[in-house]
């Protein structure tokens, strides 16, 4: 009975020092986050315009390119961007391309970030519902022409300069997690269209 309930109470302590690490990550997290948005409100917001000024003689065919591609594209169905017949939405991904298309709507990169995640994330939730009884998950090759889809349809204005913004300004550590994840599909997704062949 003793060794019992020293194995019990050592149980215990065991996931007593579990939740306390997790609970420090989290915390780490948030002020992590808290110091990186005052850091972006205090000098990426009074920059923002003579950044933009200096990469938009860079970029200025680059953003002509991509909002002619983006506008030809809008007209193509689904399956025209590489989605097959069995994952084409019936909703053709509104809430999806809904969330996107807000991410204008934001200034500081971490919120244009946060943006892009909830519409990312979106697309798999969106999925599961239209497709019910579906035992498979969206892969990496499932998700790219589906996100192409969602981002041309966002109508997102000034694309590439969001883009070297997001990739730039990434936080180093999330780089490392989905959010970097995102980001470079993000990447891929803008080359993507540039290359696209929309006659």
Known sequence: MANYIKRLRNKKVHELMQAAARNEDDLNASL?????????????????????????????SEERRLAARCANARHM????????????????????I????????????????????????????????????????????????????????????????LQKVLCTLCDPDKRLSETGYYVATFEAAVQHILELDVS
């Not at 005052?38 to 917001?45: A, G």
């Not at 239209?130 to 000034?158: C, K, M, R, S």
């Open 98 to 161: 809904y969330q996107l298309s807000n991410i204008g709507s934001y200034t500081l990169p971490c919120d244009k970030l946060d943006a892009l995640l909830a519409a990312a994330k979106e697309i798999p939730q969106l999925y599961r519902i239209e497709h019910p009884g579906t035992e498979n998950h969206l892969g990496a090759d499932d998700f790219l022409p589906i996100f192409i889809y969602v981002l041309v349809n966002a109508d997102i204005p000034n694309l590439s300069y």
């Open 32 to 60: 992590s986050s808290a110091i990186r948005r005052q850091i972006e409100t205090e000098i990426f917001v009074p920059l923002m315009d003579k950044l933009h000024g200096l990469l938009r003689g860079d970029i200025e």
């Open 77 to 96: 169905p689904q399956t025209a961007l590489g989605i097959p017949v069995h994952h084409i939405s019936p909703s053709s991904w509104e809430s999806a």
